[in-house]
């Protein structure tokens, strides 16, 4: 995954001064697309960390469709609203099952578009607002998420198929923790969850 993800990341690089090369030699401030929408699969994984005094909370990674629309403030300024929502297991140290919960992350990016040629590469950083729902509490009695502010960073590359259709990918990292209260019975065990998500998408969007 880190070789996957460094390969990545070095493509959108190369893409990036490629692009800033082109700029000053291309001219194509004329009209752009305001709105555009994407339609990605996605892969989020979560990187929890020890936070039981030494016990290992595993969260599973979740493969699921999302979408996205983008606002252009201007041809290289844009706002980017992503929704989708994914499911997770919970465990602690593979033994005791915490069941699973569902994540509703919208997450709102300002990015900043390269332009010049046909690959667009672009950075963002942002603000998420996460909604934990649908809990299944596994072995224990009762497990409560609490709802958490976090952030966003993300880059990421658009390719034109023609004027109006491109292909997409998009890497970003959240960094997103919240307090859990986990009822086991005998005691109630609040302790604070780091979450901060890599999600890795690939998709196609649209120009309107």
Do not use: C
């Not at 989708?84 to 578009?113: A, C, I, M, S």
């Amino acid at each position: 995954m880190k070789k996957l993800l460094t390969s990545l990341l070095v493509i959108i690089m190369l893409t990036i001064t490629a692009n800033a090369q082109q700029v000053g030699s291309s001219d194509d401030s004329g009209s752009f697309n305001k709105w555009q929408a994407r339609f990605r699969v996605i892969s989020v994984i979560p990187s929890p960390g020890d936070n039981l005094d030494g016990a290992e909370v595993n969260i599973s990674t979740s493969v699921v469709p999302e979408l996205d629309f983008t606002y252009f403030l201007s041809e290289n300024w844009a706002l980017e609203l992503i929704l989708g929502t994914t499911k997770h297991d919970v465990d602690v140290d593979d033994e005791l099952d915490l069941g699973h919960v569902w994540l509703l992350p919208p997450t709102l990016n300002l990015q900043y578009h390269f332009t010049g040629g046909d690959a667009k590469p672009y950075l963002g950083a942002g603000i998420n607002y996460t909604i934990f729902y649908g809990i299944d509490e596994g072995d224990v009695v009762d497990m409560d998420y609490d709802n958490a502010v976090g952030f966003s960073m993300q880059a990421g590359l658009d390719y034109n198929l023609n004027d109006k259709w491109f292909l997409n990918l998009d890497i970003k990292k959240l960094l997103l923790k919240t307090d859990v209260t986990v009822d086991a019975g005998e005691a109630i065990i609040p302790v604070e969850v780091d979450i901060n998500p890599l999600i890795i998408g690939v998709g196609v969007g649209m120009k309107f």
